[in-house]
């Protein structure tokens, strides 16, 4: 976690000199359920002890806000009465953030913000949510009494992503930045949204992150494309069943899905054939939790990235090589981890492994691409919460 007396410093440099309170609020891993989340099916995330550290205060203006990205050395005052908002991608999150907490009742007024961060960049553990939910976390204090709900602020968090950033996510990251507790994983049902806390205390065995340090610009909208895809998958299966109500991936079978195989077309097919695999592949891993069973849920995620990388084709040459070496080295269980097309794997190592496999990971991944992966042992942490 950031250090706090780090963020004061430079929130009192950039400002007026005054202290304000500070809030924190964490990145996140995903076991399994990748993509998931805006079909309707399960995920099983954890906070981690990285994310997003921000001091704010109220400024005394109407709707002024002043805003310092210490970490892009970044500074931007914004009107929370434009309609336009600001024109940085960073700041439309406490703009989206503020503009959702109003839109509930809160009445937000001009602040005062400095934020920071050490949940990796493009490493997919969702760097924005804990933006958001950071910031909602602290409009939460400020202005509302802390009576937004917890679920309110997660949907404000996935409200901002549409409405302001263009990206229409699910509510897996926002959730599990909000909701996370320490040494647990949770399953959540993004239908229904309920979730259930799992003890994650993997005797023998340890999770880690191999960041490729690689992010592939693709043209278009690649993640807007998949939703697009599942969506049109439901919309042919509902027209076929109007006795049913199908909202999303998670309300049709696998005999419902080979029905409309020949209308979809081959991608799309493919997509929602992912989906439903991955939903199955959830309720799998949690009942090998709670068996212990540790090498159920490496197989479980070595299919999981075949999957990602086959069907749903978000992969990229550089995860599939790290996913390789994964198996070469006898890793209980690796995959992609995150929205694709770069950033990180997952991988459940046991700890007599864990060595040679990093040292492996690092040298054959250097030799083939020039630069080693950078690695990050999962702590699983707390979610938003205001520090001091």
């Keep these: 976690m950031i250090d706090i007396e780090f963020v004061r410093s430079r929130f009192i440099k950039h400002f007026d000199g005054q202290t304000g309170n500070v809030y924190t609020s964490p990145g996140r891993i995903n076991l399994i ?36 990205a210490i970490d892009l050395k970044d500074r931007v005052d914004f009107h929370l009465n434009d309609p336009a908002g600001p024109k940085a991608s960073w700041a439309r ?33 969702s760097s924005s949510a804990a933006m958001e939910s950071c910031f909602a976390c602290g409009l939460n204090d400020l202005f509302g009494d802390n009576k ?20 229409n996510c ?47 610009q693709l043209a278009g909208s690649p993640y807007n494309d998949r939703r697009n895809s599942c969506e049109n998958v439901v919309k042919h299966i509902a027209a076929k069943h109007p006795e049913g109500k199908f909202e999303t991936l998670r309300d049709c079978t696998w005999e419902q899905l080979e029905e409309v195989k020949a209308e979809v077309g081959d991608e799309d097919y493919m997509r929602a054939k992912f989906v439903l695999g991955e939903k199955d592949r959830v309720l799998a891993v949690c009942d090998a939790l709670n068996e212990g069973d540790y090498e159920k849920v490496g197989e479980m995620m070595y299919k999981t990235h075949e999957g990602l990388s ?79």
């Design 310 to 388: 086959k069907d749903y084709e978000v992969s990229c040459v550089e995860l599939d090589y790290l996913n390789d070496i994964a198996k070469e080295c006898g890793v209980t269980g690796s995959r992609i981890m995150g929205g694709g097309f770069g950033g990180c794997t997952i991988n459940l190592v046991r700890n007599d492994l864990y060595k040679k496999f990093v040292e492996t990971a690092k040298q054959k991944f250097n030799e083939k691409y020039g630069h080693e992966p950078k690695v990050y042992d999962v702590v699983i942490g707390d979610g938003s919460r205001r520090l001091c």
């Design 93 to 125: 999150y406490i703009y989206g953030i503020a503009k959702e907490f109003q839109k509930l009742g809160v009445p937000v007024k001009g602040f005062n913000i400095a934020f920071a961060g050490d949940v990796p960049l493009g490493a997919g553990m």
């Design 170 to 216: 699910g509510i897996m990251d926002q959730f599990a930045s909000v909701f996370g507790k320490a040494g647990c994983l949770m399953r959540l049902d993004c239908r229904s949204r309920e979730f259930e806390y799992f003890p994650f205390k993997p005797d023998g065995y340890r999770l880690v992150l191999l960041d490729s340090v690689v992010k592939h």
């Design 33 to 68: 359920g990748e993509h998931t989340d805006y079909n309707g099916g399960f995920v099983f995330p954890g906070a981690v002890d990285k994310g997003i550290t921000a001091e704010m205060r109220v400024n005394g203006t109407e709707d002024t806000v002043m805003a310092y």
């Design 148 to 167: 937004v709900s917890q679920w309110d602020m997660v949907l404000a968090g996935q409200a901002t992503e549409h409405n302001y950033c263009g990206v």
